[in-house]
């Protein structure tokens, strides 16, 4: 089970590693007040938080574990969670971080 939570969250990490090319600004990424170029909406970057729930959803469809998911039960009990999971969580985290001005600004550094 915890593959349906720790799937998604490190594909939305690495897909954020891939966005940026691996170019972080240290000091602002540890910045951590409200003026901080990392401090989104009340601390929350809305674009990871929202492709992380609707990854954990997809993955949940398609476990079969302790907790059997439809999808997985439509498909004879094949355990698809992990990467349902990653896909979904990593398409839609690159799909709504793609005018994100942090990234743009680490694409362009360099």
């Known amino acids: 089970m915890i593959t349906v939570l720790v799937g998604p969250l490190m594909a939305v990490y690495a897909t954020d590693v891939l966005l940026r090319r691996c170019r972080y600004d240290g000091v602002a990424l ?13 601390g929350v970057n809305r674009a990871g938080a929202l492709a992380l729930v609707v990854g954990v ?45 942090t990234v743009l600004a680490a694409r362009a550094a360099v």
């Open 57 to 101: 959803a997809a993955a949940s469809l398609c476990v079969d574990t302790l907790y059997t998911g439809p999808v997985a039960t439509a498909l004879g009990g094949l355990d698809l969670s992990l990467p349902v999971g990653m896909g979904v969580s990593a398409a839609l985290y690159a799909l709504l971080m793609r005018g994100d001005r």
């Open 30 to 42: 540890s910045d951590e007040t409200p003026g901080g170029p990392f401090w989104y909406t009340a």
